[in-house]
């Protein structure tokens, strides 16, 4: 390799080298020590940038260390690669989108080749081969069988852009989350899973979740919104129909003024009067055009129309009027409120923008009770008022309480729990996706493909765009499998989180054609020990992920109740995008010094952005590489901030890294040979002198912080600790060559592996040279992980800071038991600064046992 750090050649020498022997290829069948880790399974749309890099580095460098300690590992890989963003490209590109996911397929595994990451490659698969979707197909068959798939006509979210269903969690601010569209609401017969079956055991089992981030579990925890109060029912004067109600405060009942039903209510145009009916009519067709969102913007003028129908107060009589506005979705509760205006702010709003009464029921703090008087909703809880019997009974839990009992007793409402969470639709009017398989039947209903006949694959015929299987007779003109008549095959797909619902169980035994996975061996090695993904998918991937493993459960195929053990969810790198008014976004590479369009010299606006191809601001891995190498690259990634935190790619940062390489490189090729002439590096503590204790109190120390480091996946002061450690080394060599002191060959050489074996799992390309180098002959992998030796972290000797006013000013050099005492640490270190102090007067001293003193003058 010659004596300079020739990262391309040692690089092409060790890159296939784990593969080739099989390092991240376990043996399933022993599961003592085992560690199932996981990275969430990558969209392959296009070439990988260094963002990608970070999910893929961190996962490659815990599982190294994992191996040398001794754990049996399984790392899997594969694509989630139906769905949207491949159709999407497929038809920018004019191609067929298998042509261009296998591709990108392709592509990713080149990009993982040069990143040195590897996994057990023997369980690959992606969600766009029918050996994978066959069992798609079979699960919501089983599903279909226990009434936890159903088909159902209702408003669903329509994205143009897209030609298709949007689930609620993927509209994203009133806007498609794939191609930013405005989302609208269409009338559509589809399919659902019934997720709000599991609502409750989702929620509570979050208290299993011990290793899984807060933040994840709080949003999970507020988009199933569990709600507990009662069902109401309002009978329609002079109609024979009810209008129900879900409130969770059924004790403000006596303040309903008005009635709201949400546009869409299938009783409004039953209960709409004539003349109040081409109004509502008008206005119904206005709200189609809103998006959920807009409409609970609290900030909005309120908007409606009254229906000119009424209906009666259970509880006292009471005609109300009905209306219909904008802000009461269909799509949470029963799609109709009582309007409390005493007590809700937009049910106040609304009130006084339609001249509607106003009832206090609750009094304030101050016992005003005048509704006249009132310039907001009272949400408080006092005591009851103008609530016949119940005046005076504590509002809050006790009223809630006592109203709901009131209700029940006679028939008029019924105590229940609500919940926010909707049931998932899976839907999809596009082509690259799982077909559902199912049969429309004009005699026989709806019924499944026989199992045999599975899977139902997609048709190979010319992409045909947007305009999905519906438009292709060949795939949906079929006989039905019950009485052979004439029948239509469905033409949805299914949505693509239900590919990702469920993978990490097929891994186990991918290549299996007779059953969806090993249920036996999916039981002792499930749940995953580590998952690791981005924060995004808090709620969609996560979530569906939880349901379907419970339903797995519920089929008899599996015996745990979560899928994942532990969450990580790493960070966004991002950077610099520029564009330009007249050429849009600038690729970041182009733009040079001042911010200038390099078309047309104008200046350019500039925002700090996750990289993506459409802002044009990523950085390709491999310029990276071709100029640094593939180690730095890795190393730069890890180091540059908290896996956790969002941060910016900095190529400043990927100098200093290549820095510290070199640095490494050129003591081990420069003590190489003096370090192997010596068999033997056993370190003993008693007989090493001051200069070589200091070398190996800061190894231990740097071998135990690394290792807790690696646990909590800090990795980026796992590297700092590395780079200080080198730091170190080179300060001991210096000091060796200037004579001040006799090399200590065996201490060297032991340091110097120590930091090769802490390092190679963020560098592995170099720490398999080194190591050889270092005169040791097997791989780096076969080796166990350095342990502290324990009796060198403690010192016999500590460095206090002097400081005045918090500003460094010296420094004591004192015994480990002085360290601890503050009275003398005071006096010594005033013996020191004294002269310093110029004679201003001494307000206080801190004093930090084992670190500083603090004098505050």
Known sequence: MGHSYDFRAIEEKWRDYWQENKFFEPDLDATSNKMYYLNMFPYPSGEMHVGHGRNWLIGDAYSRYLLMNGHNVLNPMGYDAFGLPAENAAIDRGIHPKKWTYTNIESFRKQFRQWGVVFDWRRELATCDPAYYKWNQWLFIQLFHKKLAYRQASQVNWCPGCDTVLANEQVVDGQCE?????????????????????????????????????????????????????????????????????????????????????????????????????????????VSAESDIQRQQTEREKTGKFTGAYCVNPVNDEKIPIWIADYVLMGYGTGAIMAVPGHDQRDFEFARAFQLPVIAVIATEDQTTNPEDMTVAFPGDVVMINSSQFNGLAAGKESISKFIQ????????????????????????????????????????????????????????????????????????????????????????????????????????????????????????????????????????????????????????????????????????????????????????????????????????????????????????????????????????????????????????????????????????????????????????????????????????????????????????????????????????????????????????????????????????????????????????????????QSALKRDEITIVIQVNGKLRDQLVVPTDVARDKATLENMAMQKIKDRLGGKSLRKVIVVPGRLVNFVV
């Open 406 to 789: 009131f209700l029940q007793e006679r028939g008029l409402g019924k105590g229940e729990v609500n919940f926010r969470l909707r049931d998932w639709l899976i839907s999809r009017q596009r082509y690259w996706g799982t077909p559902i398989p199912m049969i429309h039947c004009e005699a026989c209903g709806v019924v499944p493909v026989p199992e045999a006949d599975l899977p139902v694959q997609l048709p190979d015929v010319e992409f045909l765009g947007k305009k999905g299987l519906a438009e292709i007779p060949e795939f949906y003109e079929v006989n039905c499998p019950k009485c052979n008549a004439a029948a239509r095959r469905d033409t949805d797909t299914m949505d693509t989180f239900v590919d990702s619902s469920w993978y990490f169980m097929r891994y186990i035994s991918s290549q299996d054609n007779e059953k969806i996975f090993d249920s036996e061996m999916v039981n002792r090695w499930l749940p995953v020990d580590q998952y690791v993904g981005g924060i995004e998918h808090a709620i969609l991937h996560l979530l569906y992920a939880r349901f379907i493993t419970k339903a797995v459960r519920d089929l008899g195929l599996i015996n745990f109740d979560e899928p994942f053990k532990r969450l990580f969810t790493q960070g966004m790198i991002t950077h610099q995008a520029f564009r330009c008014k007249e050429h849009g976004w600038i690729p970041s590479h182009e733009v040079a010094d001042g911010n200038a369009c390099p078309h047309c010299g104008n200046k350019l606006a500039s925002e700090l952005a996750k990289m993506s191809k459409s802002k044009k601001n990523t950085v390709a891995p491999t310029d990276i590489i071709n100029k640094y190498g593939t180690d730095t690259e890795r190393l730069y990634t890890l180091f540059m901030g908290p896996p956790e935190k969002e941060i910016e790619w900095n190529d400043e940062g990927i100098r200093g890294g290549h820095r510290f390489l070199n640095r490494v490189w050129n003591i081990v090729q420069k003590y190489k040979d003096v370090v192997n002439a010596t068999a033997d590096t056993t370190i003993d503590l008693e007989s090493l002198n001051k200069r070589d204790k200091q070398l190996w109190h800061l190894a231990n120390e740097k071998i135990d912080s690394v290792t807790r480091d690696f646990l909590k996946f800090h990795f980026n002061t796992a590297v700092a600790a590395c780079m200080e450690l080198s730091n170190e080394l080179s300060d001991y060599c210096t000091d060796c060559e200037r004579g001040n002191h006799k090399l200590n060959a065996p201490l060297l050489k032991k340091v110097l592996e120590n930091l090769t074996l802490l390092q190679s799992p963020m560098t592995p390309f170099i720490a398999e040279e080194l190591w050889r180098l270092l005169g040791n002959d097997s791989a780096v992998l076969k080796q166990k992980w350095p342990q502290a030796d």
């Open 178 to 286: 794939r191609c930013n569209s405005d989302v609208t609401k269409k009338n559509l017969t589809q399919w659902f899973f019934k997720i709000t079956q599991y609502a409750q055991e989702l929620l509570d089992d979050l208290d299993k979740l011990e290793h899984w981030p807060e933040r994840v579990k709080t949003m999970q925890q507020n988009w199933i919104g569990r709600s507990e109060g009662a069902r109401v029912n309002f009978p329609i004067d002079g109609l024979d129909e009810s209008i129900e109600v879900f409130t969770t405060r059924p004790d403000t009942i006596f303040g309903v003024t008005f009635m709201v039903l949400a546009p869409e209510h299938p009783l409004v145009e039953k209960l709409t009067t004539k003349e109040q009916l081409a109004e509502v009519q008008a206005y119904v067709k206005e």
